[in-house]
């Protein structure tokens, strides 16, 4: 667990570790050179699981998660952050799975959020695709949850997270996992996710839009496909919710995914099948989005090759 000013919630994230139901395990706490009184917090912690490392200066969440691993003993890793809520038995389910599949090597959860004074809201990442589609979705956006995840330590990179990458650093290594280790979400809401303005998601969007196009640039790499900025700000219209306006940027995107059905299918990147899946459903959720647009919409969804290859 990295920790930099979040003693508001500090306590509340460790509690939830140390009362797991599952209790063979060393919480390793990495602080990074807090100034707000997380030290105190951590100070007021009696339990002989817990290890504290501290940081000389402030070096970034890439430093502190990484030299948290190089420390970490267990055969299973899980990441955590400091202002999350684990369920009492998210550890011996996830554990108690990976122990009884030893096929799957990494697992996660489905995710409820909750605000900054712990209320739950309406919204819930219910993460419910088979094991075979996720390396596509991947290509897409993050289908994992920092705070969700058990994975086996052998499967973590040897180099650990990789620099550079320090607001989407999870979805970088989750996506090296996940080329060649069988992952999954545990379909149960074991973690509640902390939604609030200083969280690392909501506070730069435009830091976290650059990030993206780091990770999408590797991603679209693979594929022989070399992304300029007008591609990279196609994928990033796809990977959101908002509403499409118009048929010009509707027609942007449907080129642009036949265009990584077609690299895919010279590459082999991914499984066809499942790619075709995972991009019809990216397609249909952009023409839903647009459906403002007109009966247009429509007659380019249903006659679009994206949606015909998926059918095949």
Not at 17 to 24: E, P, V
Not at 86 to 108: C, N, R, T, W, Y
């Amino acid at each position: 667990m990295p920790v930099y000013n979040s003693a508001k919630y500090l306590a509340e994230a460790i509690d939830s570790l140390l009362s797991q139901t599952f209790t063979d395990f060393e919480l390793i706490i990495v602080d990074d050179a807090s100034t707000d009184g997380s030290t105190q917090v951590l100070n007021s912690f009696n339990d002989d699981r817990i290890k504290v490392l501290t940081n000389d200066q402030n070096k970034g969440i890439v430093f502190s998660r990484n030299r948290g691993l190089d420390k970490a003993r267990g055969n299973f890793i899980a990441q955590f952050d400091s202002d999350d809520i684990a369920l009492p038995k998210k550890f011996e389910k996830q554990i108690s799975f990976l122990k009884k599949h030893p096929d799957f090597d990494m697992v996660g959860s489905w995710v409820r959020m909750i605000d900054s004074e712990g209320k739950l809201l309406n919204k819930k990442w219910k993460l419910p695709a088979k094991p075979a589609l996720i390396p596509s979705i991947m290509l897409f956006r993050n289908y994992f949850v920092q705070s969700n995840i058990v994975a086996r330590k052998e499967v973590i990179p040897t180099k650990g997270y990789k620099q550079g990458y320090d607001v989407v650093e999870d979805y970088k290594m989750w996506i090296e996992i996940a080329k060649n280790h069988k992952v999954w979400n545990l379909p149960e809401y074991l973690v509640n996710y902390r939604v609030h303005g200083s969280s690392a998601t909501n506070s730069d969007t435009t830091r976290l839009d650059q990030q993206y196009k780091l990770v999408f640039a590797d991603l679209f790499r693979d594929l022989n496909i070399e992304l300029n900025e007008d591609s990279l700000q196609t994928h990033l219209i796809i990977k959101r919710s908002d509403p499409i306006n118009n048929n010009k940027t509707l027609n942007r995107i449907e080129k642009h995914l036949k265009l990584i059905l077609s690299q895919n299918k010279k590459t082999h990147t991914y499984n066809e099948k499942a790619l075709a899946k995972v991009v019809f459903n990216r397609w249909m959720k952009c023409c839903f989005r647009a459906r403002h647009a007109g009966l247009k919409t429509a007659v380019t969804f249903f006659t679009s090759p994206v949606s015909l290859k998926a059918f095949g």
